[in-house]
Nanobody, 125 residues
């Protein structure tokens, strides 16, 4: 059974940075596309960033483009999300996901097969 565990969220002030990470366990191997989504209270789950199975191709949601960076460490089954210049509107629960059938960047939640429990990111004004 694949398990995803996120860590590294927290409470920060506007303009600060955070680096949440997500580690996959349960015999997944390293050759899968992964991504980050977020969901704020009362809003739909939103695509934040995605990365291809080999870590070469990356994609970002419009609201975070230029401020967030996703990377993958295949030997550690880990995906990282570096978030710069955080804004109060970035406040949400951030979820890590793994797609077994997609090799490229997966942008839709339906493309993902496994999800983590989420890590809270709160940005104060």
């Amino acid at each position: 059974q694949v398990r995803l565990a996120e860590y590294g969220g927290g409470l920060v002030q506007a303009g600060d940075s955070l680096r949440p990470s997500c580690t996959a366990s349960g015999g997944t191997g390293s050759g899968y596309a992964m991504g980050w989504f977020r969901q704020a209270p009362g809003k739909l789950r939103e695509f934040v960033a995605g990365i291809s199975w080999n870590g070469i191709n990356k994609g970002y949601g419009d609201s975070v483009k230029g401020r967030f960076a996703i990377s993958k460490e295949n030997d550690l089954n880990t995906v990282n999300l570096v978030m710069f210049g955080l804004k109060p509107e970035d406040t949400a629960i951030y979820y890590c996901a793994l797609a077994k059938s997609t090799l490229g960047v997966a942008r839709s939640p339906e493309e993902y097969d496994y999800w983590g429990q989420g890590t809270q990111v709160t940005v104060s004004p």
